[in-house]
């Protein structure tokens, strides 16, 4: 690489400084650009898990004609089957008031964000998704929520 014509000699380290000075702010940059789509991917993964884990509650799922908390475990299953990346999931069913035709049912999915990168390290740690839908029940129920709540962790 050839000098400019009257440039001083000193100059020619110059662009591998400017370089040098540079780079850590480009890689926080593309390492900040991967995280966050990685965590919108989980965010949208958890917001899908949740509407599936709705609408099987609200045609009360049944497929092996069970009642109660083995019916919620069942469904909860059904739930972390149909996310991308189920692993470290919670489900939780919750009834608002009675389990009849009309009545309202709370599905929640919720989990902590894990990182693709580790660059960010304990900045991102203690962050959780989370998404919770209301919908009204179709069917009456015959699964339990176990006074109001039970929550599963997805294998």
Partial sequence: ??????????????????????????????????????????????????REGLRIAQVNHNPFAETGSNQTLT?????????????????????????????IVVVTVHAPVQQITGFFGPSVENISLKSELHGRLERPASFDANGGILEVLCP
């Fill in 75 to 103: 469904m909860s299953y059904e739930v972390c089957g149909r996310m991308s990346r189920a692993s470290g999931r919670a489900v939780s069913f919750e009834f608002e008031t009675t389990k009849g035709t009309g009545d």
């Fill in 1 to 50: 690489m050839s000098r400019k014509p009257g440039a001083p000699k000193r100059e020619r380290g110059a662009v591998l400084v400017e370089f040098v000075l540079v780079l850590p702010i480009l890689l926080i940059f593309l390492f900040a650009v991967i995280e966050f789509s990685w965590a919108f991917s989980q965010h949208l993964d958890i917001r899908h898990g949740a």
